[in-house]
């Protein structure tokens, strides 16, 4: 495809929005920079307050079966989100000739593998930049530029929203509500927060990143996910005493030849490369046997910047010479899954306790019958307030799960004790 691309956009939130404003303003450049010519057709969008919002009340359709079935569209913008809604429509597209671009993370993360099998049988073009950290790169260099690294080991922090949150919390700059409301009308969090909260964005795009670094289908239901709403002040004010900060962190790893994919709060030591990652920044690390290691970062969020992921895959597809290598699914094999219980890792456990002679033996008692090893312990407050909060060694997370669970079964031990993964 070649001179003209015809868009039809699906959808005028923040990123939508935000992308027909870029459109229009780097048409020139963009042409002087590649000779393709960019034209948005159609904008649909059910929310009949946002037609007219910065672009010709022309444009606008309700009916988004129209777009994709307009043989004058080249190419389906889909940034409504949503599963089913999108699927469907983004099938249809495929089935009537139109590349597609995408940004939405939980329909790739679900059902990413037939609408891949329906674009080869189609011959046509579906990318995803955008869906992945907002402006970073990653899924272009993971495919094309990684290609040969023996990528083994991809992390790093995936969602801006619940970064920004989290830096909040480490500054002592507001709540939880108030801080997540903010990353709300800035623009960063998903039109449901809770998505961002709990993680399931974050694992969204873990499932997405593990599938290109490994070659093999990971989905939503493969990544053990949480997320921050239990992390309490008291927990990022302890672990900065320490030495860390809490960041909300995707890991990916081939292990033994099979993957193992989680999401969740974890420590991160104040020189790591990841501590210095603020506000609704995100930063993925890439290891492999070649290449040791690369990081990327950048706006992890945000309509303005992640508009430019969108173009980005436009442009692409525009320069494409039939249809390039990247709309094929990257995954060409089939591994099984590494359990969580037998990968190893160090924990942050903060847990409260009465305050006498003999609770700290029996905790250490308890972990060392699960080969459970302290590397720090302090103590906390006295009294009703007391509370141990212990570093432990590298362990595997069977032990260390066993472990909180006897100390359950203690008289001297209050609630369940918070565990937190050690980077
Ligand atoms: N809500 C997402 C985030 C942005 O906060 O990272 C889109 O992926």
Not at 2 to 23: A, D, K, N, P
Request: proline share 3%; net charge negative.
């Amino acid at each position: 495809m070649s001179g003209s691309v015809r868009i039809g956009l699906l959808g005028f939130g923040t990123v939508g929005s935000g992308f027909y404003r870029l459109v229009q303003k780097e048409r020139g450049t963009i042409f002087e920079a590649t000779g393709v010519e960019l034209d948005v057709q159609w904008i649909a969008e059910t929310d009949l307050s946002k037609h007219g919002e910065g672009a010709p009340r022309g444009l606008f359709t309700t009916d988004a079966g129209a777009v994709v079935d307009d043989p004058d569209v080249d190419v389906v913008v889909e940034l409504i989100g949503g599963v089913d809604t999108a699927f469907a429509l983004l099938e249809r597209a495929l089935r009537n000739g139109k590349n597609i671009v995408t940004a939405n993370k939980q329909l790739l993360a679900n059902r990413g593998g037939p609408l891949f099998d329906l674009a080869r049988e189609t011959g046509r073009q579906i990318r995803y930049e955008a869906s992945v950290a907002g402006a970073v790169p990653i899924v272009k260099v993971m495919r094309e530029s990684m290609a040969g690294a023996g990528l083994h080991t991809v992390y790093g922090i995936v969602n801006g929203t619940t970064n920004y949150i989290l830096t909040a919390m480490q500054h002592g700059e507001g709540d939880y509500a108030a801080t997540l409301a903010a990353a709300q009308a800035l623009g960063y969090a998903e039109a449901d927060p809770s998505a961002d909260v709990s993680g399931a964005d974050a694992a969204a795009k873990m499932a997405i990143l593990a599938s290109i670094a490994f070659q093999s289908r990971i989905t939503m239901a493969d990544v053990a996910y949480e997320g921050i709403e239990d992390i309490q002040p008291q927990d990022v004010e302890q672990a900065a005493e320490l030495g860390f900060a809490i960041k909300l962190v995707g890991c990916a790893r081939l292990v033994d030849e099979r993957v193992n994919v989680w999401v969740g709060p974890a420590l991160v030591g104040r020189n790591h490369s990841l501590a210095s990652i603020s506000g609704s920044d995100n930063a993925v690390l890439l290891e492999g046997s070649e290449i040791d290691r690369i990081m990327l970062a950048g706006p992890g969020a945000g309509g303005r910047q992640t508009a430019t992921a969108v173009l980005a895959d436009v442009i692409s597809i525009a320069n494409s010479k039939e249809t390039g290598f990247l709309q094929q699914c990257s995954c060409y094999r089939s591994l099984g899954l590494f359990p969580n219980e037998d990968m190893v890792s160090a924990f942050f456990i903060r847990v409260r306790v009465e305050d006498r002679a003999g609770v700290l033996a029996q905790l250490s008692s308890v972990f060392g019958s699960h080969q459970v090893s302290i590397s720090s312990m302090i103590q906390k407050g006295h009294g009703d307030q007391a509370e141990l909060v212990l570093i432990t060694h590298p362990t595997p997370e069977r032990a260390l799960q066993l472990s909180i669970n006897e100390l359950g079964d203690l008289s001297s031990v209050r609630g369940r004790p918070r565990t937190l993964r050690v980077l």
